[in-house]
């Protein structure tokens, strides 16, 4: 009798293959875990005038296409991901992109910088070549820590790229926080100020922001620069074409029991900082807690563009799929 | 298609909150070296123009010169090239070949043309409309890429209305290219310019016969240097906007918002003739609907085609901002050439005034026209004023009418009015 561990006999007994996960019944092999991934770029339609096109441009109505989306939801079920506008900007510069492999879950989340033009173009470029050198890297064999060093490379290289030539302009920048979670483990690497949680027992957070308050407040020396406040939330480390910076910080984790890695944008962790409050909120699927800390930081204000993704650890490979 | 065209836009893209006219300035640059060299010459033909009315031989310089220029021309031809001599007058008829036909250049056509133009007499009157006809009839037959006339007169168009005369350049428009000059004390500025700006040509006045020859050689040059023609400048705006204009400014001010063809609801198409190895700029004003400070969008998309190939590209951006600093700057450029182009209407509009006898009028008029000559440095048109208006002061535009004018320092400084200067260079610091 042919039957699926997981899913049981299929309906119709001459069936060679399980329907709901596709496992040979012959030869009792699972279907390998396919490498799938969704980014929160903008679609052709323009949200200017909603004409289609992929011109920088509207060839309509004249209006910079935005990169992103206003307001996207990804969700792979054990990794998912949401991104809002928030309230006051008028377009939504954060990018975030999330994708399962065989062998776990990796997401990226960057925050373009507002002072410069078209940092949308940044954030999604940067998020979108960090995730596919990520998955390149993990599933060619390389361990999650060099994965990720490999993954900030081929962002930075991107968000320089997303600089035009002519441009009078401080070019597009970003910041640049990465997520792997495998069976065994959690990694995360940065370069600005978005942040990584450990929302599980021992809550925490993993990261340590690239600005002068964020390296004081973590006990190391104030960066040499000229005009050092200690309160100062200005970055000091990006990805951009004004920025030859593409070593990230790299810090991993073997956790004890199940939780979650939350990456985000200063757009959430403006509202909510505290890794306990935050892994109070974090009941649910992945996707609902992504909506929930949104909605954090919309009902907060959303004085800034927000960018939430959570990761379930452990990864279990297809079977939670 | 290897001809080298490069294009650079000057703006202020900042616009205050609730801004709504963009300005730019577009400068087009053909590569000299690289069109020479790598484009193959393009096939062309001209047709060579002469006034023959009697009063070509009042002084006999003018027939003696225009004859000389004429053989100058002729032996500017390239080989090949077809080519044919008209003679103007209340008519028009061939005086090379015999027949009404081009013949192409070579070293027997050649001299036979110099002696059929020698053998010229000055006789008869002037309708340059009929000229033109026989131009565009000759042109007709022949598939030449550039076509090209050169246009010599010395008197005025009195021998048909100008209604004829309308309606052969309306017929001629877009068929050939051509250059008009004007000799001698009683051609008519304004002619010259509508010929010009009709047929995309240039005009101008000569001081002196003898600056024939030198000015046929040259025009003749510049049309055997074409290397792309029928260039059009495209023009992409908005939905929702509107063209303000779209000028010529530089090298001299020619107005295309009229000549717009309608390519979609987005772009219109421009014409600008041919081009050389040259270097021309172009105002463009775009009224856009105001976004949102912090909001940017493309006002206009300006490129130069030719065969339905795009030659160069830029794009022209607006973006709002509430940074007073910034949306304030007025762009170099553009105040620039905004000048120059104010220069030209009141050289102009001063002129006809002072024709009419409104002194008061044409004062005001030539006088900010010396100023606007003095602010830009354009020197030219300064001493051509300075033949008009006695100047109290150039920096206020303080100036008198002078009593006595010869009359064609008034049509040389009215044809001259549209050549523009470009910027001029910073002046090094004194220390």
């Known amino acids: 009798m042919r039957v699926c561990p997981e899913h049981g006999p299929p309906s119709s007994p001459e069936h060679k293959f399980c329907e709901v996960c596709g496992r040979n019944l012959v030869t009792g092999e699972a279907l390998p875990v396919p490498t799938v991934s969704l980014s929160s770029r903008a679609g052709l339609a323009c949200t200017g005038c909603g004409a289609s096109g992929t011109e920088p441009y509207c060839d309509n109505c004249g209006r910079r296409r935005s990169a992103g989306r206003e307001h996207a939801e990804l969700d792979l079920s054990a990794v998912a991901a949401v991104t809002d506008r928030g309230r006051r900007r008028p377009r939504n510069e954060d990018a975030v992109v999330i994708a399962r492999y065989d062998g776990g879950l990796v997401s990226v989340v960057c925050d373009g910088v507002s002072t410069s033009t078209r940092s949308d173009a940044a954030s999604h470029g940067a998020a979108e070549a960090g995730v596919a050198a990520l998955l390149d890297a993990l599933t060619t064999g390389a361990d999650p820590a060099e994965a990720s060093v490999l993954g900030a490379h081929a962002a930075a290289k991107a968000a320089r790229a997303a600089a035009v030539p002519d441009e009078s302009d401080t070019p597009p920048s970003c910041t640049y926080v990465s997520g792997v979670v495998t069976a065994d483990a959690v990694t995360v690497a940065w370069i600005g100020d978005s942040r990584a949680y450990w929302l599980g027992a021992e809550p925490a957070c993993l990261t340590i922001d690239d600005s002068i308050a964020g390296q004081l407040a973590a006990g190391r020396p104030a960066p040499a620069t000229v005009d050092a406040d200690p309160t100062s939330r200005a970055l000091i480390r990006w990805l951009g074409a004004d920025s030859n910076d593409a070593e990230p910080q790299v810090i991993s984790l073997r956790p004890e029991g199940e939780g979650r890695l939350l990456l985000c944008s200063d757009g959430l962790h403006h509202y909510m900082s505290d890794a306990a409050e935050l892994t109070a909120a974090a009941t649910g699927n992945p996707i609902e807690v992504a909506r929930r800390l949104t909605d954090v930081a919309l009902e907060g204000g959303g004085h800034d563009n927000i960018a939430v993704a959570i990761l379930s650890f452990p990864a279990v490979g297809g079977s939670t799929v | ?135 565009n009839y000759l042109f007709a037959g022949q598939q030449a890429e550039v076509k090209h006339a050169i246009l010599l007169t010395d008197g005025q168009n009195q021998h048909e209305t100008p209604q004829d005369f309308q309606k052969v ?19 008519v500025a304004t002619e010259l310019r509508k010929v010009a700006s009709t047929l995309l040509g240039t005009a101008d006045g000569l001081e002196d016969p003898s ?52 390519v979609s609801a987005r772009i219109g198409d421009y014409p600008t003739g041919a081009w050389g190895a040259e270097s021309r700029d172009y105002h463009i004003s775009v009224e856009v609907e105001p976004d949102a400070v912090g909001e940017e969008v493309l006002a206009a998309r300006f490129s130069l085609v030719s065969g339905g190939q795009v030659l160069t590209e830029k794009l022209v951006l607006a973006r709002w901002t509430d940074d007073t600093a910034l949306s304030t700057k007025i762009n170099p450029q553009v105040a620039h050439y905004t000048g120059q182009a104010e220069l030209a209407e009141v050289i102009q509009e001063g002129i006809k005034d002072r024709d009419r006898g409104d002194v008061e009028s044409a004062t005001a008029k030539l006088g900010r026209a010396v100023q606007l000559a003095h602010e830009s440095g354009h020197e030219g048109t300064a001493k051509l004023l300075a033949r008009l208006v006695d100047v109290v002061d150039a920096p ?9 004018v010869a009359g064609v320092d008034a049509e040389l400084t009215n044809v001259r009015s549209t050549k523009t200067v470009r910027v001029k260079k910073k002046q090094p610091e004194e220390g």
């Open chain 2, 1 to 135: 298609m290897t001809a080298q065209f490069t294009a650079e836009v000057d703006q202020n893209e900042y616009l205050p909150e609730g801004g709504r006219v963009v300005d730019a300035i577009v400068t087009v640059t053909a590569q000299g070296g690289d069109l020479r060299t790598a484009s193959p010459a393009l096939t062309a033909a001209q047709v060579i123009m002469v006034d023959t009315s009697g009063s070509m031989a009042m002084p006999g310089t003018k027939i003696a010169e225009a004859k000389k220029a004429t053989a100058v021309a002729i032996d500017t031809l390239r080989d090949g090239v077809a080519f044919a001599v008209v003679a103007g007058t209340a008519g028009a008829h061939m005086i090379y070949p015999g027949d009404t036909r081009m013949v192409p250049a070579n070293p027997q056509t050649r001299a036979e043309a110099k002696a059929a133009v020698s053998r010229l007499r000055a006789d008869g009157g002037t309708a340059i409309g009929r000229w033109l006809d026989l131009a």
């Open chain 2, 211 to 262: 600056e024939l020859p030198a000015a046929f050689r040259a025009m003749t040059e510049a049309a055997m240097g074409k290397s792309v023609a029928d260039v059009a400048l495209r023009v992409w705006t908005p939905a929702g906007s509107s063209i303000r204009f779209v000028k010529q400014v530089y090298p001299q001010v020619e107005d295309l918002t009229g000549r717009r063809a309608e």
């Open chain 2, 396 to 404: 206020t535009g303080t100036v008198r009418l002078k009593k006595q």
């Open chain 2, 169 to 187: 350049l309306d017929a001629c428009e877009g068929k050939f290219i051509c250059d008009s000059r004007g000799v001698g004390t009683d051609w």
